[in-house]
């Protein structure tokens, strides 16, 4: 192992969503991860979030991941902790966390923002409270365009996982 490298803590997902639930931010959980609450047999490494863009939540978002000692992603070792107006543009913020990754997105494929995809959300029971997924079939539609060799693979997983769903 290189003593020079930083070492990253084991992701805990988990810790991450039960602190956007208890901080009572107002987001849907896009990505790997909302496909794995569905029943996805995948992995993933991060959490991705599009989030309210209110002030209010914003102001929560904020407080909550300087909490975490949130810090933005950056190819070298410069610390650079998130502010405040960075979740308000229409920018994708990709941080590290003493908990792990998570990626605060402020739209999706198409340009899907959060009140776009309120409709498309789910309730989905999380320990003793309950999260906002993104449906998997809407994760599928939005996936369809896509070119990323990872997204296309994914997608036959997410429609297998679909067919078993509505199966039962």
């Not at 208890?22 to 991860?33: D, W």
């Not at 990626?103 to 309950?130: C, M, Q, W």
């Amino acid at each position: 192992m290189d003593i020079g490298k930083r070492q990253r803590p084991i992701p805990d997902l988990s810790a991450i969503l039960e602190g956007l639930i208890s901080a009572e931010i107002e987001f849907i959980l896009v990505g790997g991860l909302a496909a794995v609450t569905q029943g996805a047999p995948i992995t993933t490494m991060d959490v991705d979030i599009v989030h309210d863009q209110s002030p209010e939540n914003i102001a929560r978002l904020q407080a909550f991941l300087k909490s975490i000692n949130a810090i933005h992603r950056r190819p070298d070792d410069k610390i650079i902790a998130p502010k405040t107006e960075d979740f308000s543009g229409m920018d994708h913020i990709l941080l590290s966390t003493r908990l792990g990754p998570i990626d605060i997105l402020a739209f999706i494929e198409e340009g899907n923002t959060y009140p776009d995809l309120l409709r498309h959300s789910r309730e989905v029971p999380f320990k003793d409270r309950s999260l906002k997924v993104l449906d998997l079939r809407r994760m599928i539609e939005l996936k369809q365009s896509s070119r990323d060799p990872k997204d296309r693979q994914r997608m036959l997983i997410f429609q297998d996982t679909l067919r078993q769903i509505e199966r039962f």
